[in-house]
């Protein structure tokens, strides 16, 4: 490779004449290589000059510094007498667009550069490679290139993502064969994505999740498509309808876990509501998450008290702007249902939870006294550390402290419901003790539990043949709510117990989608966000 292609764009269209070093760039003096050029408008060979002028266009960096091309560019007669043009300047294809003021090359440049790092981040990235450049310069290079997927794809996947979570939503639209992204729609409605498919004809399988508005979308513009439920979601509708069943029997996880530590002689914990601690003002997030059980407890507090006047739940859901699930919920639990505290992040103090704990056991409650014990023993957090966990403790009711006794909690019916759908070889111990235990004290889990595990099985293993079976059992049971949607949506479930086809690569599609959307800083318009999604995907 001569040094002359290096320096120029095209060594096909130009001739390099002369380099001039200046202070803080390079001027490359070029002119063009051709006798004779087209004319623009009718294409004829034209050879008479008619003047010529120095164009500047900028380029690529040579090493971090500038680079600027000065281009002798001329202008010619046309003598076509049907031709509009009389006079014209030469076009340079591969070297510059007309009236740019910049090389193709370093447009395209500033193109890839918006795509993967963004406006605002791509114009500080390209001033350090000395190809200083605005954010709106690289949002319009980004707008400009067109980006056009040349095939249909033949298995669609297809689901929402969020504009603004519980407000706006649009679609995306997945080739799973190819494993990229095919299209984006502004909305979520069952008339816009009928509407692409019509104009997109040859789809033959569409996976999708359990919303109607998409199965609406794909009967209407393509009926020859086999539609498939997404499993996932199959898996997470029988876990929700299994835990509708376990919030009801609230009580009776208590008992269970009472009954649990009887048997294993453990210590039984309850965690009650987080309190601000007296040795110290409550955190911002204590404070937040205060605030928000304060908001749950006056709304189920003034729900319940509208149900007892005789309202409808839909009259109460519609007062207090809740759900009629929420309030169905609340009333089969009986009482106010406390969430479960969130797990802290992993921390240095953690490896030395066990000492600590035994330690308070034995009556040791002082902060500073434990930490002065645990510096003598390597550890090399912080004071406040040990006073947070110390405050912690203090707001967790404990019976009385005995030594050597395991200490166990009561699940949340989150969690119970998930040691409820795992097989008894994926549990341990304790886990398999409790759902023993609450599967006696209550028949209804217990049976509801049983039919739960043999959907799972059933959707993992794909027997469709036992299908029809299941749901025949089912439709008068505390299942019935689920097994009604099943039938609504029976050739699609079928198909998911049969074809390999899923959702789960929309799913990673999606969350690129949402990083690319918050690397924009409030720029992602749509037009914006979905060539940044395609260029991604291409």
Not at 326 to 353: L, N, S
Not at 480 to 486: D, H
Request: charged content about 25%; aromatic content about 8%.
């Amino acid at each position: 490779m001569s040094y002359c292609s290096i320096l120029l764009p095209d060594a096909a269209e130009l001739r390099l004449t002369r380099v001039i070093s200046e202070s803080d760039f390079l001027a490359v003096e070029v002119e063009v290589a051709r006798a004779v050029v087209p004319c623009p408008g009718c294409g004829r060979v034209c050879s008479r000059r008619h003047s010529y002028y120095v164009r500047t266009l900028a380029d690529l960096p040579s090493h971090g510094v500038r680079v600027q091309l000065r281009l002798r560019t001329r202008k010619f007669f046309c003598d076509a007498r049907a031709c509009s043009r009389r006079i014209f300047t030469e076009r340079l294809p591969r070297t510059a667009a007309p009236y740019a003021r910049c090389s193709l090359r370093l447009s395209e440049a500033f193109r890839n550069i918006g795509f993967v790092a963004g406006a605002e981040a791509g114009a500080r990235l390209a001033r350090q490679l000395g190809m200083a450049t605005s954010p709106d310069t690289l949002l319009r290079r980004m707008r400009q290139f067109v980006i056009g997927n040349g095939w249909i794809p033949r298995v669609l996947g297809v689901d929402d993502w969020a504009w603004r979570r519980g407000h706006r939503y649009g679609t995306i639209l997945v080739d799973l064969e190819r494993r990229s992204v095919v299209d984006l729609l502004p909305d979520r409605s069952a008339e816009s994505f009928a509407a692409w498919l019509e104009t997109h004809p040859g789809i033959e399988i569409i996976s999708r999740d359990r919303a109607g508005c998409y199965a609406e979308g794909a009967t209407q513009g393509a009926p020859q498509a086999v539609q498939v439920a997404d499993r996932w979601h199959l898996l997470r509708n029988v876990s929700e309808a299994l835990q509708r069943v376990v919030e009801r029997e609230r009580k009776q996880l208590i008992s269970a876990t009472a009954t649990l530590h009887q048997e294993l002689g453990a210590v039984a914990v309850v965690r009650v509501p987080c309190l601000p601690a007296v040795s110290r003002l409550p955190s911002r997030a204590e404070q937040s998450s205060q605030q928000k059980r304060n908001q749950r407890l006056a709304s189920y507090r003034e729900a319940m008290r509208l149900r007892q006047t005789g309202s409808t739940q839909e009259e109460v859901a519609r007062k207090l702007a809740l759900s009629t699930r929420t309030i169905r919920r609340w009333e089969q639990a009986g009482q106010f249902p406390e969430r479960a505290p969130v797990p802290p992040k992993r921390k240095q103090i953690d490896r030395w939870v066990s000492y600590l704990e035994r330690r308070w056991r034995e009556g040791r409650s002082n902060a500073l006294a434990l930490w002065r014990e645990l510096r003598q023993q390597g550890y090399r957090g912080s004071r406040g550390a040990v006073q947070r966990w110390a405050t912690r403790q203090r707001q967790i009711a404990l019976p009385p402290a005995v030594s050597g006794v395991p200490r166990l909690l009561f699940p949340s019916p989150r969690q119970a419901t998930w040691w409820l759908l795992q097989e008894p070889a994926a549990r341990d111990g304790k886990q398999n003790a409790f759902v023993n235990a609450l599967e006696q004290l209550s028949p209804a889990i217990a049976n509801v539990a049983q039919q739960a595990r043999e959907f799972v099985s059933l959707l993992r293993e794909r027997r469709p043949h036992q299908f029809a079976k299941w749901l025949e059992r089912n439709q008068a049971g505390e299942l019935r709510g689920f097994v009604k949607s099943l039938r609504q949506d029976e050739a699609a479930v079928r198909s998911a117990l049969t074809l390999p086809w899923s959702n789960g690569q929309v799913e990673g599609h999606v969350h690129r989608l949402k990083l690319l959307k918050r690397q924009m800083f409030g720029r992602a318009k749509f037009d914006l966000l979905k060539q940044r999604v395609l260029y991604a995907a291409a």
